[in-house]
């Protein structure tokens, strides 16, 4: 990058697109050593392009979490996991269970390959949850809204408010605090709570009514008129797109299904669901003030993250051995080096993607990029960043 | 532009219609101010005139209301979003984005505008109301104000023939006041703007109106030139109370007027031998302190709110803190009752910090009355929260003295801005503190609350309580208080009797004043204590 870019923040999409790609390809491999690649690749695009903004955060919750849900897995695998034969570790006490829970094992040895296997599946947890982590930290959600088809509008207005229920009625349960201190009344304590509870509830109620005929007056759910029988078939061909993409989904991330017929359904759904959105459309007579514009950074940003996710789709077909490796007998996985390469190619937003607008004032370009990263991306990449 | 037709407005569980057989018409271009006492009906006037009563607030509706010529009944308030704005009272709870820019451009958005005329409509609005430099904060950090003026922002900017404010200034400082009354008399007067406007501070908007709609107390309405309606209204700015005791006419509605005819008076009153000593006079020195700030500071991240403020609060005073919306005012009165806590400096209250006050300790050695009095009440009726006060009986006489005849067991939820205000404050004055601290308290009250309020803070005074009113109000200030400091910035930036502070500023002087000057009187009480055999 030599000359300094404007600084503007993403089209909430891409990201979106981008991370849930990841996720997409985290759920086709165990192999510990790519998983560590995406956590890795999730982290520094993350750390290179999210801004200061208080969803900015969540990232590090995301990791957290998934630390804890890694910790559970093992924590499960060698209480209650069944026996896999193997070098034992340790052995714990084993109690003995009544007949009628037979099938059902409580403690016992605990080896080496059962607790590698469940570290291998709970790693795939933790880069899933770290992908929709690095979603949450780099798009953000109001502006999500804005690109949210006009159809669909009302919806996501709905989880919106919803999510600024929780913050208001915070605020308010803060005003009540300080009202119980100001008239001399305990302001903590569970007793406190119960009383305050329902002021809090109502309060909340109250706001979200007013919030909804300010809503309303302003013109909040204006429709254009269409006759019925195109208003049935809108439904119809969203209804079914909707389903189709849920089972293609569900194709997608079960292993078992061809890859394949996953795919067909996946397209099949999405125009299906397209159609019917934009019929729908017309109904609404929404428009977008400074919408986010989908430009070069974009694209490359969805494409980094579909290419990944499509070459790691087809090295589970073509190396399941080294996409899904062995844990008993123990072996040290191999390191693939096509998905490798797919990986670092994801990291492609943290270079393409323009810098954050800074809020400080400070600091307009981002000097993040580690040069290892630098030097292991791969050429197409490196052609649209320069 | 806008006509009711024998319209009857009655909510659930209501004894008596909150509108009664109303039938009334605002042409195009008018701008017609309804005035009315607390709770008489005013805001339900304005909710029928876009459909948000009955349709948001239950109750029917007997009659026919349009606005050009859209019939309310058959068109919700979606539908007239085009044609009719709405502001309303509480800015807060509309706010329906995060960021002022973004706020702005929704209802245009909802209307289905071109993105380049959304773009240059909320230039526009932002230019209009003064907002450019908030425009990427988020609304819940802006000050009171600036969220008033970001909410008619919002409104304007969807360019409606008609526009509904309710109470739209009484939240702004004076300054900040007339700048939107000036902005939206230049819309009137420029495009033909329909507005009505339901408003108690009558001496800042009285001037601006074509006609006054004033809602009587049983739900009738009746409507008419300011200049007659004003001759007996019950409710009336200083400067048409001074115009009615002079009989001057015709009736002056603008200190200009009223000064044209003012000569006579002011000769007669300088004429007197000695200006008498006002009904309240400053506490003399001597007097006890009760609370005092010593180089106090308070910072919010790297915003300073109050910077090293030295100030001391005696006995038998009335305090009147001024200053622009976000100069500090809350923030004085917060760190008084140990909600905030100074970050350099001494607060002390009754010699003590009142950060490590609570329970009995802090209400029986100050209390306050927040800028929303609701927000000190979450019982379920009027009786329970004089019942969790700390003197219940002393608790419910003294509400019955500032707002008799209200139902004990009403939900505070029902009750109007003033009785919600009276009931605030018999809760916390019945905790018997010696100092009393009030942060904008006139807001939404009509003149006669406003009467009985100062009248009961008098006697308080009188009897050796010390009172701190934070305000925009300066006809309560003059009016009130014994003392003015003026805030800015943080800083204290005047601090002396009320009478040579506000005559020092044309800002902050009131009404009875402007008209006098320089015949240092403040209100038409002193004008009456000054001449008792009327002219």
Known sequence: MTTQRAARALHPMAWWLWALALAAAASRTLNPLLLGALIGVAALVVAARRTEAPWAASFRAFLILGTVVLGVRLVFEALFGAPIPGTTLFTLPELTLPEWMAGVRLGGDVTVEALVAAFYSGLQLVAILACVGAANALANPTRLLKSVPGALYEVGVAVVVALTLIPSALTHLQLIREARRLRGQPSRGIASVARTATAVLAGALERSLALAAAMDSRGFGRLRPLPAGERRVTAALTLSGLVALLVGGYALLDASTSPLAAAALLALGATLALTGLHRANRRAVRTVYRPDPWRWPETVTAASGSITVAVYTVAAVVMPATMLPTTSPLAWPALPLVPLLATLLAAAPALAAPPVPSTSGAGTSYPVQPPASDEHLPEPSKAVAA | ?535
């Open chain 2, 1 to 535: 532009m806008i006509r009711f037709e024998a319209v009857t407005l009655t909510y659930p569980d209501a004894s008596a219609p909150a509108l009664r057989d109303v039938s009334l018409h605002i042409p195009e271009g008018e701008l017609a101010l309804v005035v009315g006492r607390t709770g008489s009906g005013k805001s339900s006037l304005l909710r029928a005139v876009n459909g948000l009563a009955p349709t948001f607030t239950g109750g029917t509706l007997d009659g026919r209301v349009t606005v050009n010529g859209r019939d309310t009944r058959d068109h919700p308030p979606r539908e007239l979003a085009d044609v009719v704005g709405v502001v309303m009272q509480d800015p807060r709870n509309g706010f329906v984005t995060e960021l002022v820019e973004d706020e702005i451009a929704y209802g245009m958005e909802s209307l289905g505008l071109a993105p380049e005329v959304m773009r240059r409509r909320v230039e526009e609005s932002l230019d209009l109301l003064g907002l450019n430099d908030v425009r990427q904060r988020p609304l819940r950090t802006l000050s009171g104000g600036q969220q008033q003026r970001a909410a008619i922002a919002a409104v304007l900017a969807q360019h409606p023939r008609v526009l509904l404010l309710d109470e739209p200034t009484s939240a702004l400082d004076p300054a900040a006041a007339e700048e939107v009354l000036a902005a939206l008399q230049r819309l009137v007067h420029d495009l033909g703007l329909t507005v009505l406007m339901a408003e108690h501070r009558l001496e800042r908007v009285v001037q601006f109106a074509d006609r006054i709609v004033h809602v009587h107390g049983d739900g009738h309405v009746t409507d008419g030139l300011p200049v007659q309606v004003m001759a007996d209204a019950p409710v009336a700015p200083p400067v048409v109370e001074l115009g009615r005791w002079a009989r001057w006419e015709p009736l002056p509605l603008t200190v200009r007027d009223a000064r044209r005819f003012a000569g006579p008076l002011r000769a007669t009153l300088s004429a007197l031998p000695a200006s008498p000593a006002p009904a309240v006079t400053s506490a003399s020195p001597v007097s006890a302190t009760v609370a005092e700030l010593r180089k106090a500071r308070v910072q919010y991240g790297s915003h300073v709110a109050l910077n090293e403020v030295d100030l001391q609060l005696r006995t038998g005073e009335i305090v009147a803190v001024m200053g622009r919306n976000g100069a500090g005012k809350s923030t004085l009165l917060r760190s008084l009752v140990g909600l905030t806590d100074a970050t350099a400096g001494q607060v002390r209250v009754g010699g003590r910090d009142p950060v490590l006050l609570a329970g009995r300790d802090l209400t029986s050695a100050v209390g306050m009355v927040p800028q929303d009095p609701g927000d000190l009440l979450w019982n379920e009726s009027v009786r329970q929260e004089c019942e969790e006060s700390v003197d219940p009986d002393e608790a419910k006489r003294l509400f019955d003295d500032l707002a008799p005849g209200v139902d004990p067991s009403m939900h505070p939820r029902d009750l109007s801005e003033g009785q919600r205000l009276a009931l605030a404050l018999a809760v916390v004055l019945s905790a018997g503190a010696p100092l009393l601290l009030l942060d904008e308290p006139t807001r939404g009250l009509d003149y006669p609350t406003k009467h009985r309020l100062v009248g009961l803070l008098r006697r308080r005074a009188a009897s050796g309580g010390t009172i701190v009113v934070a305000t925009h109000d300066v006809e309560l200030a003059a009016d009130l208080a014994t003392r003015t400091v003026v805030i800015a910035e943080g800083d204290i930036v005047t601090d002396g009797p009320t009478r040579d502070v506000v005559t020092a500023s044309p800002q902050f002087a009131p009404q009875v004043a402007k008209v006098l000057a320089p015949v240092p009187m403040l209100t038409v009480a002193d004008v009456l204590a000054a001449l008792p055999e009327a002219l």
